[in-house]
């Protein structure tokens, strides 16, 4: 009798054919060997196609070790990525629409490229202790010879509007800082809720096929909604500490 000793293909049908040695597919994406084989003995990596004793990768490797490379750029460490793609890989592709959905550009606004000059002439200072302040912040980027990008130039241009109110730019600077911490913690809020109230029962559920869709739709919707509701909270509270504030001078006025 003939044995068939053909090696069945691990490639999903329809896939491209699996063409690179594991050499070449560590050329492919700048990885080793060694680290190729263990995220493929973590079940992070599919097995290869076997032809005559000899395993092939294809595009989906490709795609997989980019997404891991990426994971690993953020922080995340190999035990974290297991866990976030699934056992062997198997919620990798609706991981990468999960991860889209988490770091897609949140607003249209362009950044701003601005050189020292510029932005001297526009703050009428120019000091390297609010240059270095303004980069901390974030409210600016240094590209180098004298270069910055402004990420959000709505916020540099608030920051200008307050000089020209009067108000010194260090203080300026300052209050932006407390905004900031204010900010993170605000959002920690809305993070914390979608992990516990929405990521947790679909994780522990065994992340049910049809619950994705779901999930990376409350994603998308997460931060419009969050700042909405940052918004009209915030409106509600400035209404009454200007009140307040106001009520006090006027108080203290009377006493006099």
């Given at each position: 009798m ?85 056992e ?6 609706r ?19 601005l ?20 980069q ?29 109110m ?57 931060r ?33």
């Open positions: 003939i044995r068939d000793t053909r090696t069945k293909s691990t490639q999903p049908e329809g896939a491209e054919e699996a063409t690179l040695t594991v050499e070449q597919l560590a050329y492919e994406t700048g990885m080793s060997v060694r680290n190729i084989r263990n995220h493929q003995s973590r079940g992070l990596l599919p097995p290869p196609e076997v032809r005559a004793r000899i395993g092939y990768y294809g595009s989906q490797h490709v795609a997989r070790l980019r997404l891991i490379q990426e994971m690993q750029g953020e922080g995340f460490k190999l035990s974290a990525i297991s866990r976030l793609i699934g062997h890989g198997a919620d990798a592709d991981f990468v629409g999960l991860r889209q959905a988490v770091t897609a550009p949140f607003a249209t606004e362009a950044p701003e490229v050189s020292r000059e510029e932005l001297a002439e526009r703050f009428q200072v120019d000091d390297d202790r609010l240059l270095g302040k303004a901390k912040l974030g409210l600016l980027i240094d590209l180098g010879d004298e270069r910055y990008e402004a990420p959000s130039p709505a916020l540099l241009r608030a920051a200008e509007d307050v000089l020209k009067g108000i010194d730019l260090r203080a300026a600077l300052a209050a932006i800082e407390k905004l900031s911490r204010n900010s993170q913690s605000s959002a920690r809020t809305f993070v914390n809720l979608f992990v516990e109230e929405l990521w947790k029962p679909f994780d522990e559920a065994g992340r049910p096929d049809e619950g994705w869709a779901e999930i990376i739709e409350s994603i998308e919707r997460l419009p909604l969050a700042v909405e509701a940052l918004n009209a909270t915030f409106r509600l509270t400035l209404t009454t500490e200007v009140e307040k504030a106001f009520g006090e001078v006027l108080e203290r006025r009377k006493k006099k």
